[in-house]
């Protein structure tokens, strides 16, 4: 049965960016809606407030209460009181006694019954939402005082059925503002897609990251060697000289110490009963890089060291960068300055690499951001930058290993599965 065919990462791309966009608008809508019906419901018990202090403040409804006669008020307020909910746009106006009586209604059959709602104490204002004989409404009720004495209270509300009619517009500008906003992130996901499909072809993600994980391999391969070539060099030409001068010994006594060094490490990494011939000669050039910046070396890898489950490439990826970086902060810092690369076997069978250096650390404020794809404390211009760490973590959890830093001296550790057969 065939396998299915990965996914590309331009369509990742544009799946990602699609949903961003998709819970984005979402979220935006849902923040409208919200917002206008908090900013509705405002609206109304301000207007309820104010339509009812200003009835209350009538000096036609205080005369009309202050003669204590329910019946004559009911019969000069009733019309006054329709008049101005048509023309103040509310729902309802109740004018009632001190005791809760209607005096007035919208259904003039209920004038007389007691008032649903909560009736506060003394010459305190309330706006509460209640249902009343209406349904529910948001409402507000107000004293209505003459010569300091409560002589009757009105009631001003305005039903839910109609906050929501009014509410329906910014349903309609949230959800247009919302399709708007997912239509432009679409089409930004299709020209991402596009974007990276040219940069990247019908490639799939793991693929991608192969390619990154190969050129970074390749780059640090080729400075190990092109460092080890140039330290070499030097050496060759140094002893040439000498053997000019005829000062045969101090000729052989550099030639010598060269090999010394080189056979050290050669010794180390042929020790090893697994191990990847790749990363030795890594760090074998890397070595004369070291010499060549100034930097003190050190290695050491355990004849028991396991292989890990990582390709050639992945583990001269994830041990070169590592190196590079150590390099830079020890030959940035103060002296003496070194880098200490050892390769054991945990307790676990598993292969610990390690990276320490002499530099001056990283910065508590960026600890935390230093595996971010992108981020870096070197030049902008410097072809790499921000890729290395961001590259090592990906390879190094997709092989199920952990990677973590520690202070005084700033030390790397990876811990990789072992490679099983």
Do not use: C
Not at 142 to 156: A, F, H, I, N, W
Not at 158 to 183: D, K
Not at 369 to 392: C, N
Request: zero cysteines; glycine letters at 10%; a negative charge.
């Amino acid at each position: 049965m065939a396998r299915p065919r990965p996914t590309s990462a331009a369509s990742r791309v544009f799946v990602a960016v699609s949903a961003a966009v998709v819970v984005l608008s979402l979220a935006m809508a849902g923040i409208l809606l919200w917002e206008g019906q908090r900013a509705v419901r405002a609206e109304a018990e301000r207007v309820t407030r104010a339509v009812a202090e200003t009835i209350a403040d009538s000096a036609g409804v205080v005369d009309a209460l202050a003669q204590g006669d329910r019946a004559a008020a009911s019969r000069v307020l009733q019309p006054v009181i329709e008049a101005i909910i048509a023309d103040a746009g509310v729902d309802f106006v109740t004018v009632m006694d001190p005791s809760g009586i209607r005096i007035t209604h919208p259904d003039p059959a209920r004038i007389g019954e007691r008032y649903l709602g909560t009736i506060p104490e003394g010459t305190a204002t309330l706006t509460e939402e209640f249902t009343g004989t209406l349904g529910p409404s948001v409402r507000t009720i107000v004293p209505v005082v003459s010569d300091g004495e409560v002589v009757g209270r009105v009631s001003v509300g305005v039903t839910i059925g109609s906050i929501a009619e009014t509410l329906g517009p910014r349903v309609l500008v949230a959800v247009g503002i919302a399709v708007v906003l997912a239509a432009a992130g679409l089409a930004g996901a299709i020209f991402a897609r596009r974007a990276t499909r040219r940069v990247t072809g019908d490639l799939p993600a793991g693929a991608v990251r192969d390619a990154v994980s190969s050129y970074e391999s390749m780059r640090t391969l080729g400075e190990a060697l092109r460092a080890q070539t140039h330290e070499h060099g030097n050496r060759l030409h140094t002893a040439i000289a000498l053997l000019e001068l005829g000062r045969t010994s101090e000729a052989i006594e550099i030639l010598s110490e060269d090999a010394r060094q080189s056979q050290l490490l050669v010794d180390q990494v042929a020790a090893r009963r697994e191990g990847d011939p790749t990363v030795g000669a890594l760090l074998l050039g890397k070595a004369s890089q070291a010499a060549e910046r100034g930097v003190e070396w050190r290695a050491r890898i355990d004849a028991d060291a396991p292989r890990s489950v990582l390709s050639p490439v992945d583990a001269v990826s994830v041990v070169g960068n590592l190196i590079d970086n150590a390099l830079d902060a020890a030959a940035s810092g103060a002296a003496p300055r070194w880098v200490d690369v050892r390769m054991t076997r945990t307790a676990e069978d598993e292969l610990a690499v390690e990276v320490a250096d002499s530099g001056d650390g990283i910065p508590a404020e960026i600890a935390d951001r230093i595996f971010a794809h992108g981020f870096s404390t070197k030049p902008a211009g410097e072809l790499g930058r921000g890729v290395g760490l961001a590259l090592v973590r990906s390879i190094v959890e997709e092989a199920e290993g952990t990677i973590s830093v520690t202070s005084d001296p700033t030390t790397f550790r990876v811990i990789l599965p072992r490679r099983n057969g």
